[in-house]
């Protein structure tokens, strides 16, 4: 069994960064596709970015792009994702996500999820 915990959330002033953590145990890390969502209140969770098992490829919702930076730390476990130019609109709670191997990036693929972490973006 995967299990994932999400750490790093906060509360910053628009404009500002955030660093999330992710680790994950239970299998060889290096089979894990692993991806961050989002969860607005009143919205449906959402893909922000993921990071592939085996080249360590990225993805990013448009939403995100050239402000986050997802990352991933083979020796310790873990991914990051690197939060900057944060935008009220970021404000949720972010999901640390886990697949075995896997490409798709749909809420549904992901069998193993952390408990969530709150970000809250002030104007």
């Known amino acids: 069994q995967v299990r994932v915990v999400e750490s790093g959330g906060g509360l910053v002033q628009a404009g500002g960064s955030l660093r999330l953590s992710c680790a994950a145990s239970?299998?060889?890390?290096?089979?894990?596709?692993m991806g961050w969502f989002r969860q607005a209140p009143g919205k449906e969770r959402e893909f922000v970015a993921a990071i592939g098992w085996d080249t360590g490829g990225t993805r990013y919702a448009d939403s995100v792009k050239g402000r986050f930076t997802i990352s991933r730390d083979n020796a310790k476990n873990m991914v990051y994702l690197q939060m900057n130019r944060l935008k009220p609109e970021d404000t949720a709670v972010y999901y640390c996500a886990a697949q075995i191997y896997g490409a798709n990036d749909s809420v549904g693929q992901y069998p193993y999820w952390g408990q969530g972490t709150q970000v809250t973006v002030s104007s």
């Open positions: 239970g299998r060889t890390f290096t089979t894990l596709r």
